[in-house]
């Protein structure tokens, strides 16, 4: 005999530990990624004044922000290259000797159990700023995919776990894959910045990165915020060419696309929580209108409860030490 009695959802609610008892969503340090700025120079440690709490690092203060990172419990980082000089093809983003990867080489010696991913992408390299080789005013998409190879390949020679081309140029997820496995690299990871959006909160990146355009934008190759069906078709694109993950980039404003790309494929799917959503929070803390360490955890809840396996965050360390003491 059933009892007609009305529903108490709040009982479940009542105390901290029955909250975490049915929580739906877990976060964990071991889903963090943690980006870093890499520099020429010894003992460089220069602020970011668009991201507060981010710096552009010398390769030693890479290796002792990631050993710091790692004693917080992440033990993931990416890494983005600011090379000593820029041309119009980006070379010194294949350089052997390039701060990317000189920073791939010590972290691997220094920290061997932290996974190593790199950035492919030329926009950080070359003179004018977009990702890939200048052909009457914009960016040839064949002409820039072997830049991106060699790029690729310079970093799983220097000892890369991942490599995750982020300029979404098409066919260079198989061209990578097919280059790595040819020079005997098999095991690195191809992380595909598969759904990439033209999107706004890109900004201080530019900064960090030192990659605005110096003309026009990137809304040649990147996606128009308007289109989700589409998503699913890049992202299937990259799968067939040989991505072991996929990647949604911005997190936030695209929640309902990780949840798609999840749903429909299944792969190990992450989410880049970028530099304008991490701006916005840390500037309105700074101010005293929000909490920044709520608006924190529950930024990359939202994110993780939408399907993303991985989260890219520049809070990687704030939300490691926070979920250890909680």
Known sequence: MSLDLPRRPRRLRRTAGLRSLVAETHLDASQLVYPLFVCPGQGVRRPIGAMPGVHQ??????????????SDGVHAVLLFGLPASKDEHGSQA????????????????????????????????????????????????DATVPLLVKSALSHADAGADIVAPSDMMDGRVGAIREALDEAGHTSVVVMSYAVKYASAFYGPF?????????????????MDPRNAHEALHEAALDIDEGADIVMVKPALPYLDVIWRVKQEYGLPTAAYHVSGEYAMVKAAGAQGWIDEDRAMMESLTAIRRA???IIITYWAREAARRLRRH
């Not at 690092?57 to 790692?70: C, G, I, K, N, Y």
């Not at 530019?206 to 990147?222: I, K, N, V």
């Open 94 to 141: 294949s350089a052997p000797d390039g701060p990317v990867q000189q920073a791939v080489r010590a972290l691997k010696r220094e920290l061997p159990d932290t996974t190593v991913i790199t950035d492919v992408c030329l926009c950080e390299y070359t003179s004018h700023g977009h990702c890939g080789v200048i052909v009457d005013g914009d960016v040839d998409n």
């Open 57 to 70: 690092l010398s390769v030693d203060e890479v290796v002792r922000e990631a050993t710091e990172a790692a």
């Open 206 to 222: 530019r900064e960090a990165a030192d990659s605005t355009p110096a003309f026009g934008d990137r809304r040649s190759h990147q």
């Open 307 to 309: 399907g993303a396996d």
